[in-house]
Structures are given as structure tokens and as C-alpha cells.
């Protein structure tokens, strides 16, 4: 049985915060506001999957109100929601997911988010994939305000 799921996440951008995507660290003047480390792309990819699962979605399982993911690197998290997937019996079939962000760039640093996102799932690199865009300078993400990132998964019954 296929099944699929989608996330959708924003964070702010603030001051005095180092600048996480996809387990990346970016230098930028910014980073994300966040109780975890505000990675975004991974947060989108862990709601995509949960979702497809239907086992709810990170606040579920990582609440914001928890001391214990006050700042955690959301790759930790990501594996969790890798192996509660597995344990419900699915495998992942693809990902797709894209970033929404005025600026930095990250185009040089796909690569390695693929690279990540496939190691704590413990999946194929070639079954990620990780986009961008701008917002053509609209909105709050246009004036750099803040990022947002969508995912979209499918997962299959594992064969028995």
C-alpha cells in the first residue's frame, strides 16, 4: 500500500543564531528562530513523513514546551521519525522538498543536505530531493524575514 504525506514549516530569522538547513550549517548573518535548532527543510521532511504515517506531526512528538529539544540538531529528530516509520512497518519511496528562502543561496550546499537527510533515514541519496527558490522579494520571505520549506513524501508497506 502507498501512501503519501506532506509538511510545511517557517522560522524567522533573528540575530545570534547560527543558519541550519537540511543538517547544514550556512554561514549567513542570521539564522532561524527556533526551541530545536529551527532546521526547517527538516522539519518539513519529518511532517511529510509523519503525516504519510498518519502519525501525527513533530509537535506530537517533539514538543516546543520539552526542555529536552530545546535546542536540538533536528538530524536527531529526523532519525527518530525515520525509525518510528520503520517500526510501523513502511519504507520510504522518495522525497521531495523544497526551500523557500530570499537569500543565502544554497545551491552550493544541496549536496550535502541530500547527503544528510538520506543518512538519518538510512535511505538511497538519489531517493531525496532538495530544491529552492526565492520569493521574488514578496512577502516575508522575500523581505528575509524568515525561510519556509515544503516536503513531500511517499512511503509503501514494507514486503513481508
Request: charged share 25%.
Amino acid at each position: 500500500m502507498m501512501r503519501a504525506g506532506i509538511g510545511i514549516d517557517v522560522h524567522q530569522f533573528v540575530d545570534n543564531r547560527k543558519l541550519i538547513v537540511g543538517g547544514v550549517e550556512i554561514p549567513h548573518h542570521k539564522g532561524l528562530k527556533g526551541h530545536s535548532d529551527a532546521d526547517v527543510l527538516l522539519h518539513a521532511i519529518s511532517d511529510a513523513l509523519l503525516g504519510a504515517a498518519a502519525l501525527g506531526d513533530i509537535g506530537k512528538h517533539f514538543p516546543d514546551t520539552s526542555p529536552e529539544f530545546k535546542d536540538i540538531d533536528s538530524q536527531i529528530l529526523l532519525r527518530h521519525v525515520g525509525k518510528l516509520i520503520d517500526t510501523e512497518g513502511y519504507r520510504i519511496v522518495n522525497i521531495d522538498s523544497m526551500l523557500l528562502m530570499e537569500r543565502p543561496k544554497i545551491a552550493p550546499y544541496i549536496t550535502d543536505m541530500r547527503r544528510n537527510i538520506a543518512a538519518c533515514l538510512d535511505i538511497d541519496t538519489s531517493l531525496v530531493s532538495v530544491k529552492a527558490t526565492t520569493n521574488e522579494k514578496l512577502g516575508y520571505i522575500g523581505r528575509e524575514e524568515g525561510a519556509a520549506a515544503h516536503a513531500i513524501c511517499m512511503i509503501e508497506t514494507r514486503e513481508c
